[in-house]
């Protein structure tokens, strides 16, 4: 049976905690997410947004008050959020997103527009009736009617709804966000790519090559969602 702990030095490292002070740490459950790009929601309410100091109280927390993780509410402390997860306290008014620094840490950010949140295609299969099955990187999907985004591409989409706000392909000139090899937590805009590289003009003007994989798109002239870090 998989214990509900795990050692805190074999931890992922884009988890932002002590790794010496106290031997366990919350174990996330099996989720949607890739286990290097999320971590569970108590070490995000203890250590990322320090809202709680102990898991009793984020237990507490999640029965008592509402937690929305991207418009459904969560109560298992353990449940796993990842990269471009809404996180959301109704009560307070205050919502944030997940994002990632240049050394690989899963952050948190203040977000503006809690109704609204940008997703990676994956993937996608066609579906009897002419509908079109996406898969997203969060491990999460949705059928809409019609074949007419790309996988790599991204979506801005409705939290509370099945509507497509904006489509944003992976082409040149779009704006990026590196989340995987040596540049992860680097923005900058496409400038090439082939079948499995990207060529990246970071926004300090150095040129770099990554996987494609790597790479989630964020905007075609400017940004749509906030995912930098205020430093």
């Excluded at 569970?40 to 984020?58: A, D, F, I």
């Excluded at 949140?117 to 299969?125: A, E, N, S, Y």
């Excluded at 904006?166 to 400038?191: D, T």
Aim: hydrophobic share 35%.
């Amino acid at each position: 049976m998989v214990k509900a702990h795990l050692k805190r030095a074999a931890a992922p490292k884009s988890w932002t905690i002590k790794r010496k002070n106290i031997t366990f740490i919350t174990r996330p459950k099996p989720g949607p997410h890739n286990k290097t790009l999320s971590m569970p929601l108590s070490v995000l309410l203890k250590h990322n947004l320090e809202r709680c100091k102990t898991t009793k109280e984020v237990k507490y927390l999640l029965k008592e008050k509402q937690l929305l993780v991207n418009g459904r509410r969560r109560h298992d402390h353990r449940y796993p959020i990842g990269l471009l997860d809404v996180i959301s306290f109704p009560e307070t008014g205050m919502h944030y997103v997940l994002t990632i620094d240049t050394h690989g840490r899963l952050q948190t950010i203040p977000l503006k527009d809690p109704k609204v949140r940008l997703v990676k295609i994956v993937g996608k299969k066609k579906l009897k009736g002419g509908k079109t099955q996406y898969q997203f990187l969060d491990g999460t999907n949705r059928r809409l009617e019609k074949d007419l985004y790309k996988r790599g591409d991204s979506l801005l989409l409705r939290v509370d709804k099945v509507e497509v706000k904006e489509h944003y392909p992976r082409a040149k000139g779009a704006k990026v966000l590196l989340y995987g090899g040596s540049h992860k937590g680097y923005f900058g805009q496409i400038e090439s790519m082939d079948n499995i590289m990207v060529t990246i003009k970071k926004d300090d003007g150095d040129i770099v090559q990554t996987k494609r994989e790597y790479v989630v798109v964020i905007g075609k002239d400017k940004e749509a969602v906030q995912l930098r870090i205020q430093e």
